[in-house]
């Protein structure tokens, strides 16, 4: 190696290196990193709980908000990263995801009950958010967005998912939501497995919220939206217990295992798959082998 050479990587190495320290003395505020969240018990000894964890500081990325945790400010995930609720509670707000910088993942601890909750006695804000969706997903084609191990109950619909986004549902629980416990739209791409939708249609909440069923459905995949739903229980809903629409065509929607009882009916433009229990899986009311 002559001496030119050996000075032109040399030159590299200290330019290579130099961008590598830079870097790690850099905060990025779109890193794909872990946040952790609490719920209605303070976990990290500040005292501090809600909005007032959310503002305290930038330094040790816990906060007492969901969709702080998710944002930009204080170091959040900035809608790319991991919000982990830790401690049990009641979240009062519809929580939004986009993933406009990266995939997102909500879930609780194993243990938690993380409640996304419109309903608080005698709490001021009660009748808003019941007109109102508790988790809501709009987010790129590009993107991977997951719920795990989360409770959402007394919205108009427990999960809305909307746009391209291609989300997994996992180990849930959605009650007593108005419109559709889980409504899929768009051209959404939705995975919903090892979870529990039921009274969908049947919420009494206090005036002045509307808890009028529109139209009461478990599951609902409309637009041109396409998914699978498998090992979970759609109980009790005042519509149907899994429903297709999708312009997509009844292939559109797989089902395996489902545990569809007290849905009228329990399936729309879904013929019932292997593995579906015999004694609850009712006929699809469209599906002519059952005329």
Do not use: Y
């Not at 944002?71 to 509670?89: E, F, I, L």
């Not at 005698?122 to 590009?142: E, F, K």
């Not at 108005?178 to 739209?185: E, S």
Request: charged content about 15%.
């Amino acid at each position: 190696m002559n001496r030119i050479t050996r000075f032109i990587v040399l030159a590299s190495l200290i330019l290579a290196f130099g961008f590598v320290a830079t870097s790690w003395n850099t905060t990025d505020v779109a890193a794909n990193h872990p946040l952790l969240v609490e719920g209605e018990r303070d976990f990290d000894g500040d005292g501090l709980l809600g909005v007032d964890e959310d503002l305290d500081n930038a330094s040790d990325q816990v906060f007492g908000t969901i969709n702080a945790s998710l944002g930009m400010a204080n170091a959040g995930a900035n809608q790319n990263g991991v919000a982990v609720v830790v401690t049990s509670g009641r979240f009062l707000e519809t929580v939004r995801i986009t993933g406009a910088n990266g995939n997102v993942t909500l879930e609780a601890a194993p243990g938690v009950s993380a409640m996304v909750e419109a309903v608080r006695a005698g709490n001021a804000g009660n009748g808003d958010r019941q007109m109102r969706p508790g988790i809501i997903v709009d987010a790129p084609a590009t993107r991977i967005v997951t719920i795990r191990n989360m409770i959402s109950r007394n919205w108009t619909d427990g999960i809305q998912i909307n746009g391209s986004s291609r989300v997994v549902i996992d180990n849930c629980r959605v009650e007593n939501n108005t419109n559709f416990g889980i409504h899929v739209t768009g051209s959404s791409k939705v995975t919903i497995s090892n979870s529990t939708v039921a009274s969908s249609g049947f919420r009494s909440g206090a005036a002045p919220a509307n808890n009028m069923p529109n139209p009461g459905i478990g599951i609902g995949f409309e637009g041109s939206s396409t998914g699978t739903v498998a090992f979970t229980t759609v109980s009790g809903s005042v519509a149907a217990g899994v429903s297709n629409t999708s312009s997509a065509g009844r292939k559109a929607v797989g089902i395996l295992s489902v545990n569809a009882f007290d849905n009228n009916p329990n399936f729309n433009g879904i013929k019932p798959a292997k593995g579906t229990i015999p004694a609850v899986a009712a006929p699809s009311q469209d599906d002519p082998d059952n005329q």
